[in-house]
């Protein structure tokens, strides 16, 4: 698991431009280099760049997870597709251009 921050590229449809966004992002890894590789590579899909990364742990170390998380995590763990990343909301701020 890990937490990172956002901001759109241009070809980005998820997120305005003036906006930037915290984002929880869950992926099967052997460690945190894989994590890393994975999270980059799909935000990159998904025309982000990634600013930040806050966190990178294991979802069995994380404290007061949301439901949203929690059935994620099941849901990658009962695929066992190690090639899926998935993310929850994007929590949007305002960005100063």
Do not use: W
């Not at 431009?17 to 980059?40: F, H, I, P, S």
């Not at 899909?45 to 997870?65: G, K, Q, T």
């Not at 763990?77 to 701020?93: C, D, G, I, P």
């Amino acid at each position: 698991m890990a937490r990172i921050v956002v901001v759109p590229r241009e070809e980005c449809e998820l997120l305005e431009a003036d906006k930037g966004a915290y984002v929880n992002v869950l992926t099967l890894a052997a460690g945190e280099t894989e994590c890393r590789t994975k999270v980059a590579t799909a935000m990159n899909h998904y025309h982000f760049d990634i600013v930040a990364v806050e966190d990178v742990f294991l979802f069995s170390d994380a404290s007061n997870v949301s439901a949203e998380l929690t059935t994620v995590a099941e849901e990658l763990e009962a695929s066992q597709n190690h090639k899926h990343v998935r993310f929850e909301t994007l929590h949007t701020f305002p960005r100063v251009m």
